[in-house]
């Protein structure tokens, strides 16, 4: 049997020595366990159906997750009988909108090896590509982001024993222009330019170069779920939670790290992860099992990065019958990404009960920018008279709540942050001064009362200032 994840999986649990919470992390934990049995809204995105291989993509502002699903919550290999398409307009509230059947497919026929998906549009059709097992790659063309679909080959799009490597995991690349390219296989990945039509290949795959392979069962080894995302510039492979960088998309890729590491996991995500497994087994095959089996994926929305994955530590999950979570991304000033907070409030709403709530994990944004700041962590930055910042669906809100803003200014007048509630029809709660601190990176922290009696649950942010980037701002408490 060759060594594969999936294959290694079978076999073996994993073991891995938590490291010490952040100590916001540890101010996290109380909240975490009083909100468990909230199921709505929160990590893991949907809890319970076996919802995994995450691939969200945005369409006009619409959150479209074309997932693979576990069916059996009691099996002892994967069962996966079908492709799912999930969708959201909040990340936080998420509804099943289509299913792809093996049969409406060239295949024919069921399987229950209905493995990991990607999806993208270009000249307003839609296109979801898919694997058979780790034998071969699909695609299926619709006229909406769910379907229906039908299949425009009638054949793999990617042949088994077409390349050295499984035709498995396809993960899609769409340039600004519309050029489109295709990665895909494990241990070592091959890419291919996509001709216009999406469904054909307008190049022979090509090996990526690596320079080092890293991954969750240590040097020398990638793993599966390859996936190319694009910024400034900078082309970024990654493999589950690792990843590597290039200027070019064919490489070679420069290895960094991974993104998720035990001390920025909440524990309810990370200790179960601890397992007792046989020490010769260990000792051979050892693996980092708070990064195993990340299938995950990159994405935007309303100016917000986001890094979504696959998790098996959450009660009732298993190797085989796996959920989703989701986390705010953040990159480095040189580029590099940011260590994940994978927590269970998760993205797209807030708790006041939290110790802070960093600026820079808005919902949406207008004319601002992300940086990391002097004192840590990181910073909206560029605010003026044009910028606004989100945060809706807050718990815990109390009437007449004070509200502190840690932020630096350089405006000589000093600026005013006004805060709206986020109801339809917005309410203006309060107007905070902030005095000029003198120097962009000196700060200071401001605070006033909401202006409202009765409870609030969302925040909008306007400011108003006399210069362009006026304004930094590091975090908010509500309290």
């Known amino acids: 049997m060759p060594f594969s994840r999936r294959n290694f999986l079978r076999t073996a649990g994993g073991a891995y020595a938590a ?37 969200v993509r945005v369409y006009d502002n619409h959150v479209y997750l074309y997932a ?11 069962v996966m009988n079908g492709w799912w398409v999930w969708h959201s307009e909040d990340l936080v509230h998420w509804e099943q909108v289509s299913t792809l059947k093996p049969e409406q497919t060239y295949w024919g026929k069921p399987t229950t090896e209905c493995w990991a998906t990607d999806a993208m549009r270009r000249n307003g059709k839609y296109y979801f590509y898919f694997s058979r097992g780790p034998e071969e790659i699909g ?24 390349c050295p490597t499984e035709a498995r995991d396809p993960g899609i690349l769409q340039e600004e222009d519309g050029t489109s390219y295709i990665v895909f296989g494990v241990w070592d990945y091959y890419i291919a330019r996509l001709n216009e039509d999406m469904v054909s290949l307008a190049e022979t795959p090509r090996k990526i170069v690596l320079d080092r392979k890293m991954g969750p069962y240590g040097p020398g080894k990638t793993d599966d779920k390859p996936f190319l995302h694009k910024r400034k510039g900078i082309y970024y492979l990654s493999w589950g939670c690792y990843y590597a960088m290039s200027r070019n998309v ?24 601890i397992h007792q497994n046989d020490p010769a087994e260990q000792q051979s095959r ?12 990159f994405f935007e929305l309303y100016g917000q990065s986001y890094f979504i994955c696959n998790d098996q530590a959450w009660p009732g999950t298993q190797t085989f019958f796996r959920d989703s979570v989701i986390s705010y991304l953040h990159y480095r000033d040189n580029g590099e990404i940011e260590t994940v907070d994978l927590t269970r409030i998760g993205v797209g709403q807030y708790d006041a009960h ?35 910042l989100a945060y809706p669906n807050i718990r815990n809100l109390a009437p007449g709540a004070t509200i502190s803003m840690r932020a630096s200014c350089t405006d000589p007048q000093g600026a005013t942050v006004e805060v709206y509630s986020d109801a339809s029809s917005p309410e203006l709660l309060l107007s905070l001064h902030v005095p000029s601190t003198g120097s962009p990176t000196s700060y200071r922290t401001a605070s006033s009362r909401l202006k409202h009696s009765t409870t609030v649950s969302g925040l909008r942010l306007r400011f108003k200032t006399t210069t362009t980037e006026a304004l930094r701002l590091q975090w908010l408490k509500l309290v």
């Open 286 to 297: 050892q693996f980092d099992a708070l990064t195993l089996d990340r299938h995950a994926s």
């Open 250 to 273: 064919y490489g070679p890729y420069v290895y960094k790290d991974s993104i998720i590491k035990p001390d920025r996991v909440a524990p309810i995500f990370r200790d179960r992860l």
């Open 139 to 162: 695609v299926v063309q619709g006229d909406t982001p769910r379907g229906p679909w039908h299949d425009p080959l009638h054949k793999p799009l990617i042949a088994k024993g077409s």
């Open 68 to 78: 693979t699903h576990d069916a059996d919550p009691n099996s002892k290999g994967f």
């Open 354 to 388: 939290q110790p802070m709530l960093s600026a820079a994990n808005y919902f949406a944004t207008e004319n601002t920018s992300v940086a990391q700041c002097p004192e840590g962590g990181y910073e909206v930055r560029g605010i003026s008279g044009k910028s606004s």
């Open 19 to 55: 490291a010490a919470s952040t100590p916001l992390l540890k101010a996290l934990s109380s909240a975490d366990a009083a909100s468990q049995t909230n199921e709505n809204g929160c990590n893991p995105i949907v809890i319970g159906v076996g919802l995994c291989d995450p691939q």
